[in-house]
């Protein structure tokens, strides 16, 4: 069985209107996206710097008790203040405290000199990257700022994380809405 020209052409445009159609809407779906995380990693800024505000008062005090508990403290707080992970690291990697660790977990948790924003942040002052938490797994923006602590201290790095499943379910959403408004006009 042959096809007439006519179907030939039929069949033809409907392909190229389809393939237009699935590449713009990719393109809407990758450009709402970044905004998102562009908006999602201001927000997470203004957080950090709160935050790196927060421990910088612990230095105000004429006593200074920095001790281990005295961190993990202000951290928890800090953490429930900003509704965010706050991760305090030692120019060295360690972790000093982190509010979403037990106080007796903080010492077996892994070196963090390597992870991208935390060497950002010593490198230019704040660093940022988005990748899987190896704590809770979930897909995660982290910004780090650089706490330059007094009393000839070596520099410290606050850490901020969010996990990105909020932004991760308005762009499934968006997928799917875009899948069927695609689906609608290629019908049409």
């Known amino acids: 069985m042959s096809w007439s020209i006519r179907w030939k052409i039929a069949a033809g445009t409907l392909a190229a209107v389809a393939c237009g159609l699935l590449i713009a809407g990719w393109m809407t779906v ?8 562009t908006q999602f990693g ?10 790196e505000y ?5 230095f105000e005090s004429s006593t200074l008790s920095v001790t281990p508990s005295r961190l993990q403290e202000i951290a928890r707080d800090l953490g429930i203040r900003s509704s965010a992970r706050i991760t305090l690291i030692a120019s060295d990697g360690t972790i000093l405290a982190d ?4 106080d007796v977990d903080i010492p077996t948790l ?5 992870r991208t924003e935390v060497t950002q942040a010593f490198a230019t002052g704040q660093g940022q990257d988005v ?5 809770t797994g979930e897909r995660t923006m982290y910004h780090a700022r650089l706490l330059r602590v007094p009393h000839d201290r070596p520099p410290w790095v606050v850490r901020v994380a969010l996990p990105l499943a909020q932004v991760d379910r308005l762009s499934d959403e968006l997928k799917r809405q875009l899948l069927l408004a695609i689906g609608v006009a290629f019908l049409l």
Request: net charge positive; proline share 3%; aromatic share 2%.
């Open 54 to 58: 927060g421990f910088l008062a612990l």
């Open 42 to 51: 201001e927000t997470l800024e203004a957080k950090a710097k709160l935050v």
């Open 99 to 102: 509010n979403a660790v037990r």
């Open 30 to 37: 990758q450009a709402l996206e970044q905004r998102h995380l």
């Open 131 to 135: 990748r899987p938490s190896h704590t």
């Open 110 to 114: 892994e070196n963090h000199a390597s």
